[in-house]
C-alpha cells in the first residue's frame, strides 16, 4: 500500500517519515534528564517489586509482549527437559492462541485423517513421556485437558461435531471452524491480550507517585466502562503499525510514532482510537531517535536475560525498563503540555502525576468522617473468646442476629482505610478520576470478603467444596479415559481434602485476607504442608498411595507438585475473594430451621462414610493403582 494511502487513513492531514523528520518539538530529553528518569524508575521498581515483577510475568507468560523473554526461559525448558519448545507466531489463528499448528493447518486443508493422525501422534509422545524427575507433563489434573488442546485433538474433535451437524457436508463444516477459529482469536487477541498493554501501564502509572496500588484499582477500565474504547484503540494502532510496515522505512519510524498510545490511553481510556493515535504521533516528534537510545541503553539488561535464561529480564529488567518509560512519558506529557501540543488538552488525569493537598482531598472525601463517626457509634466490642475467633480465625460463635450488623460495620471499615488512605496521598484517589462510575466502585465493594464466618457456613462450604473437589477429578477421570472411576478415600461423593484445605484456609488465613498477596503466597504453603503430610500419614497408615505426582513439573517426592498448589492457590484465591462471600450470603438466607438440622445431617452423612472408610477404604484401579510409581521406587 502506497504512504499516501495510509496516510488519508490515518488522519486528514499527511505525517510522512520525511514530514516527521521536519517537525521538531522544542524540548530535548537530555543525557542527566535520562539518568534522573531510570533513577526515579529503580526507586519505583524497589517500593513496588513484587507486584509488578507478577504483572510483568503475567504479560511475558501470556504472551501479550515481550515473547524474546519467553524464548529465553524456553531455552531454559529445553535444557531441562530435552524437548525444543517451538516459537510462537502472531498469526491471528486459534492454533497460535491454544497450539496444535500441524492439526489445524490439516483442518483448514479440509484434511481430517491427516489431522486425526497427526493428534493422536502428539498425544502419544506426550503420554509416553519419561516418568521421573521433577519435570514432568505426562500426569496431572491438568494434564489431559492442556494436552487435548496442545496436541490439536480439540480441533478434531469441534470439527468432527460440525461434520455430524451439517450431515458428513466437510468443506462447511471445514469453513466454520476456519471462521469460528479467526473470531475466537480475534476476540481474545483484540478485548484480552492487547488490553493488558494498558492495564500494566495504568498499574505502573499509579506506582510511580504512590505508596500502595490496591488490586482493585488493576479493573480500572472495566469500572470505568472504557473497556472497549480502550481495546478499539490498541487494535487500531496495530491495524495502523501493520499497514505502515508495507513501507520502507514506515514500520520503523511508526514504531516510535504510536509508542505512547498505550500510555496515553491508559491515563484517559474515554480518548477515541484516532485521536489518542494522533496524539501519541505529535508527542513523539522528534523524540523517536532518542527513545531508541533509552531502548538500546537496556541492552545490558538484555544480555545478562539471556545469560540467566530470562531470569533477570523477569525479575529485574522488564520492570525496571517499564518504569523507565513510564517516567519517560510523564516528562513528555509535561513539556508538551507547556508547549501547548494539539490534544494534551485530553490527557487529564492530573493526579496520576501529581497529589493532590491534603485539604482538597479531604474536600473531596466528605463522607469519610461522617463514616467513621457512624462506626464509632454503632461499633459493636467483641470480647473473649468469641472476639478472639472473630479477629484471628474469621469465626463466628455468637449469635447470628448480631453478624449482619458486624459485617456491614466491618466493610465500611475497609472501605474507609483506603479512602483514608488516598486522603494521606498514599493511594491514587479514585474519586478524583474525572471517568469513575461511584455506582460501579460501590457495586464492587460490596463483595465484602473481609468477613466472618459461622460454624453452620463453614460446614457447609467442608461438604459443598469435598463434593466439587470430588466432581472435578471423577470428570478428568471421566474425559480422559471414558471410565467412572469414585475417586478418593471414602465412598461417599466428597473429597474432604478439597474441602477441608479451603475451610483450613478460611480460618488459619483469616488475618491475611485484607492482603491479597500474601493470603495467596500463604495458601500456596499451607496447601503445601497439608497435602504432603496427608499423603504421607495415608501411606503410612494404610499402605498405599491414594494421589502420586510423580512425573509431574516440579513435585516433591510424588506428594505435592507445582501445578496442584498452583490450582490450591488459584481455586483457594476465588474461594475467599469471591465464591465464599456470595455462598456465605446465600446460605446465610436459609431459615435456622432448615439450616441447622441440614448442617447436622450432611455432617452425620459424612462422619459415617469417614468410619466405614476407615475399616473398608476405597481402593482399586484408578484410585490407587500406581505401578509406575513403584516402578520407579525400584
Known amino acids: 500500500m502506497k504512504e499516501e494511502n495510509i496516510n488519508q487513513i490515518e488522519e486528514t492531514q499527511p505525517d510522512t517519515p520525511e514530514k516527521e523528520k521536519k517537525e521538531k518539538t522544542a524540548y530535548q530529553i537530555t543525557r542527566a534528564d535520562r539518568q534522573g528518569i531510570k533513577k526515579k524508575a529503580r526507586k519505583v521498581v524497589k517500593s513496588h517489586y513484587l507486584l509488578l515483577v507478577v504483572l510483568c510475568l503475567i504479560a511475558v507468560m501470556y504472551g501479550t509482549e515481550f515473547s524474546y523473554v519467553k524464548d529465553m526461559t524456553d531455552g531454559l525448558h529445553s535444557l531441562i527437559t530435552g524437548q525444543e519448545v517451538e516459537s510462537g507466531e502472531k ?228 520492570p525496571y525498563r517499564i518504569a523507565t518509560f513510564t517516567e519517560y512519558y510523564s516528562v513528555l506529557r509535561e513539556r508538551a503540555k507547556a508547549e501547548g501540543v494539539e490534544g494534551t488538552e485530553r490527557l487529564n488525569d492530573i493526579y496520576l502525576f501529581e497529589k493532590a493537598e491534603e485539604s482538597f482531598l479531604r474536600a473531596s472525601y466528605p463522607d469519610v468522617e461522617e463514616q467513621k463517626k457512624y462506626i464509632d457509634e454503632h461499633r459493636i466490642t467483641l470480647t473473649g473468646v468469641h472476639g478472639w475467633l472473630v479477629r484471628n480465625m474469621g469465626l463466628w460463635i455468637g449469635h447470628t442476629d448480631q453478624l449482619a450488623d458486624y459485617e456491614d460495620l466491618d466493610s465500611r471499615r475497609v472501605q474507609i482505610a483506603e479512602e483514608r488512605a488516598a486522603i494521606k496521598g498514599r493511594v491514587y484517589p479514585q474519586r478524583l478520576n474525572p471517568l469513575m462510575d461511584a455506582n460501579a466502585t460501590l457495586e464492587i465493594r460490596k463483595l465484602r470478603y473481609v468477613r466472618p464466618y459461622t460454624i453452620w457456613s463453614l460446614i457447609l462450604a467442608f461438604i459443598f467444596f469435598s463434593f466439587v473437589g470430588w466432581l472435578w477429578e471423577v470428570s478428568l477421570h471421566l474425559i480422559k479415559d471414558g471410565v467412572f472411576v469414585n475417586r478418593g478415600v471414602f465412598h461417599g461423593p466428597w473429597l474432604p481434602i478439597y474441602g477441608g484445605g479451603l475451610v483450613m484456609i478460611l480460618i488459619v488465613l483469616a488475618r491475611f485476607r485484607k492482603k491479597p498477596q500474601v493470603e495467596i503466597a500463604l495458601i500456596v504453603v499451607l496447601c503445601g504442608i497439608v497435602e504432603y503430610f496427608t499423603s504421607l500419614f495415608l501411606e503410612l497408615s494404610a499402605g498405599m498411595r491414594w494421589w502420586d505426582y510423580t512425573g509431574y513439573f516440579l513435585n516433591l517426592n510424588g506428594r505435592i507438585c507445582a501445578e496442584g498448589l498452583l490450582v490450591f492457590a488459584l481455586g483457594g484465591a476465588a474461594v475467599v475473594y469471591l465464591a465464599m462471600p456470595l455462598l456465605d450470603s446465600l446460605w446465610m438466607k436459609l431459615n435456622k430451621k432448615i439450616l441447622v438440622p441440614l448442617c447436622i445431617g450432611l455432617l452425620a452423612i459424612f462422619v459415617a462414610d469417614w468410619i466405614y472408610s476407615h475399616y473398608v477404604p476405597n481402593v482399586g484401579e484408578g484410585i490407587t493403582d500406581y505401578e509406575d510409581f513403584e516402578e520407579v521406587e525400584e
Not at 179 to 195: C, D, G, R, T, Y
Not at 243 to 256: C, D, E, M, N
Open 91 to 318: 498469526d491471528v489463528t486459534l492454533s497460535n492462541v491454544t497450539g496444535g499448528k500441524k492439526v489445524y493447518e490439516d483442518l483448514t486443508k479440509n484434511d481430517l485423517e491427516a489431522g486425526k493422525e497427526d493428534a493422536d501422534k502428539q498425544m502419544q509422545e506426550y503420554e509416553e513421556g519419561e516418568l521421573g524427575g521433577i519435570v514432568g507433563r505426562q500426569r496431572g489434573n491438568l494434564a489431559p485437558i492442556v494436552n487435548v488442546v496442545s496436541s490439536g485433538r480439540l480441533y478434531v474433535i469441534l470439527v468432527e461435531g460440525l461434520r455430524t451437524i451439517f450431515d458428513s457436508s466437510s468443506s462447511v463444516a471445514t469453513g466454520i471452524f476456519i471462521v469460528l477459529s479467526i473470531i475466537l482469536s480475534a476476540f481474545v487477541w483484540i478485548f484480552i491480550k492487547n488490553m493488558y498493554q494498558v492495564v500494566l501501564r495504568r498499574a505502573f502509572l499509579e506506582s510511580r507517585l504512590y505508596e500502595k496500588l490496591p488490586v482493585g484499582h488493576l479493573l480500572h477500565f472495566k469500572t470505568s466502562k472504557r473497556w472497549r474504547r480502550t481495546a478499539m484503540t490498541l487494535f487500531l494502532t496495530e491495524v495502523f503499525y501493520v499497514l505502515w510496515s508495507f513501507t520502507i522505512v514506515g514500520g520503523i519510524i511508526k514504531r516510535y510514532s504510536y509508542f505512547l498510545v498505550p500510555y496515553i490511553s491508559a491515563e484517559n481510556p474515554d480518548i477515541k482510537p484516532r485521536e489518542a493515535i494522533n496524539l501519541s504521533r505529535r508527542m513523539m516528534n522528534g523524540h523517536k531517535w532518542e527513545c531508541f537510545k533509552i531502548e538500546f541503553s537496556f541492552i545490558g539488561w538484555m544480555l545478562l536475560g539471556f545469560a540467566t535464561f530470562g531470569g533477570v529480564e523477569l525479575f529485574y529488567g522488564l
